[in-house]
């Protein structure tokens, strides 16, 4: 197994079983705190659910389009908007000893491995068509 397809498969299990459990199966009190933190006046649980069942299909597609890297650019993005978004509306979340910072920033890392390889592999292709049509 490559170093690309085990980044992406972690990826893609941490979105699924954060979307499974935290938000749907066992429904967590911090889940609720950022949600209820933006003041909207929408049913949390609504929320999370939606949410759980968002990061599920991310990371369906993750898996299913293997050969695309949308799929990462949209976690990578989706990582670094929410991590944003606790900063500012549950900053507190920010220094407990399980934090978005951390497993963010661990995941956006992954999601540049899976960049960072492909890149450099087309890269290679194109030096060695380059190098073919001379």
Known sequence: ?????????????????????????????????????????????????TGGVLEIFLALLILIFRQHLWPIWVAMIMLL????????????????????????????GLCMVVLGKANREKQNRGSKESRESR
Request: proline share 5%; charged share 10%.
């Open 1 to 49: 197994m490559d170093n690309r397809f085990l980044a992406r498969l972690v990826v893609a299990f941490t979105f699924f079983y954060h979307g499974l459990i935290p938000k749907i199966l066992f429904l967590s009190p911090v889940e609720v705190e950022m949600i209820q933190a933006h003041g909207l006046g929408i049913d949390a649980v609504t929320v999370a659910v």
């Open 81 to 108: 908007l929410l991590l944003v978004d606790v900063a500012i509306f549950t900053p507190h979340l920010l220094v407990g000893a399980f934090n978005p910072v951390t497993t963010n920033a661990a995941m956006i």
